[in-house]
T-cell receptor
Framework: EDQVTQSPEALRLQEGESSSLNCSYTVSGLRGLFWYRQDPGKGPEFLFTLYSAGEEKEKERLKATLTKKESFLHITAPKPEDSATYLCAVQPPGTYKYIFGTGTRLKVLA | GAVVSQHPSRVICKSGTSVKIECRSLDFQATTMFWYRQFPKQSLMLMATSNEGSKATYEQGVEKDKFLINHASLTLSTLTVTSAHPEDSSFYIC??????????????FGPGTRLLVL
């Protein structure tokens, strides 16, 4: 069965304290992996799409990487406004559907 | 970037009534849209895939007669919760499949609709 597991469930960082969020998956023939940010009471906001092992993408303080079994979202020198839930989703082959992980709730303290 | 809107953002209704939620792609055409449900502190659960001009494809365990989906145009999909009950109270979010540059794709999400059934 296709599964997506994110860790940790929750993370508290001091402002400027870099860290990484993990997304591991069991999907054969991954079609794509996606990272989203979700603020409370709002819809997810698209961050990155990754397709192949070794691929990396960056946006401001965020960098996403992909291997054959997992993806990392690296947050460099985070600020309080980076506080949110970060969701990972995978797209199995032959479908447009996404399978979402349960997310990592990030809190960055000033 | 592609913008997806939802209306209403919040609705309170009495048990037994029906509620319609609209999902619109504002600056692009969406042949494929998705409807999700999210409970507090939980992830998104896909309810159904909505394709313009054809019947929606529902996920296992989702009652198609309870959650009616219509995708009548390339910019509008609607979800109607029929005979709503308190257990239907949840956060409903729609998304649209978007093709990006270089043959990449993603889903852009609406802001969500909070439904409370009394």
């Amino acid at each position: 069965e296709d599964q997506v597991t994110q860790s940790p469930e929750a993370l508290r960082l001091q402002e400027g304290e870099s860290s990484s969020l993990n997304c591991s998956y069991t999907v054969s023939g991954l079609r794509g992996l996606f990272w989203y940010r979700q603020d409370p009471g709002k819809g997810p906001e698209f961050l990155f799409t990754l397709y192949s092992a070794g691929e990396e993408k960056e946006k401001e303080r965020l960098k996403a990487t992909l291997t054959k079994k997992e993806s990392f979202l690296h947050i460099t020198a985070p600020k309080p406004e980076d506080s949110a839930t970060y969701l990972c989703a995978v797209q199995p082959p032959g479908t447009y559907k996404y399978i979402f992980g349960t997310g990592t709730r990030l809190k960055v303290l000033a | 970037g592609a913008v997806v809107s939802q209306h209403p953002s919040r609705v309170i209704c009495k048990s037994g009534t029906s509620v319609k939620i609209e999902c619109r792609s504002l600056d692009f055409q969406a042949t494929t849209m998705f409807w999700y449900r999210q409970f507090p502190k939980q992830s998104l659960m896909l309810m159904a895939t909505s394709n313009e001009g054809s019947k929606a494809t529902y996920e296992q365990g989702v009652e198609k007669d309870k959650f009616l989906i219509n995708h009548a145009s390339l910019t509008l999909s609607t979800l109607t919760v029929t005979s709503a009950h308190p257990e239907d109270s949840s956060f409903y979010i729609c998304s649209a499949r978007v093709l990006l540059a270089g043959a990449e794709e993603t889903q852009y999400f609406g802001p969500g609709t909070r439904l409370l059934v009394l």
